[in-house]
């Protein structure tokens, strides 16, 4: 059987436009010659035109706790810095005292010495943090801060060290909204992943 001839591409958009006739429209006066695709009227890259555009990010900041969520910020954090060629910030927010909010409520006006349990818990994720950013060739700072508002450390951390970027887990969005409201950088967010509802009638 014989093939069926190839019958050339036409676009469904626009017709096909012939060398010696260019609408117009795509032709200002003042740039008669620039450069256009014969086939679909397209313009073509043009060479006066920057190449490279301004990086997204210069330098962002990635908090963590130290849980499987700021883990994964921490992950995420490095991985746009390392395509952003920016340099990071890995700041630890953390209760300074056990017991809770309540506790740090009241010892918060206090001189009560950090608990050392929650300061080698801090250096632990922030170890992991700064292997992982030299691993990836990521430029990168560390702060610790022994704060009962984690919110209130990232904004002051934001504020001091110029950041444009906060990278940060959420578990059920109140702190990422509250981190919101107060600072003036774009937030991204990782969030727990929701298991998928069974449909109905499913055994």
Known sequence: MAAAPAVPYHSLLRPGVPDTEVPEELVPAHEASRP???????????????????????????????????????????????????????????????????????????DVTVDPDCAAFAERSLDYARALAMNASVRFETRLAFDPHPDRAIRDAVRETGCDLVVMGSRSGRLARRVGAHVSVPLLTCRDAKPERAPTGAA
Not at 40 to 60: V, Y
Not at 77 to 83: H, I, Q
């Open 36 to 110: 256009l695709c014969r086939i679909c009227a397209r313009t073509l890259p043009r060479g006066d035109l920057p190449i490279e555009g301004k990086p997204p990010f210069s330098r962002i900041l990635i908090a963590t706790d130290g849980s499987a969520l700021g883990t994964e910020a921490v992950n995420l954090g490095v991985s746009l810095a390392r395509l952003a060629v920016a340099p990071v910030v890995f700041l630890h927010a953390a209760m300074p005292w056990k017991g809770g909010t309540w506790l740090a409520r009241i010892l918060a006006a206090a």
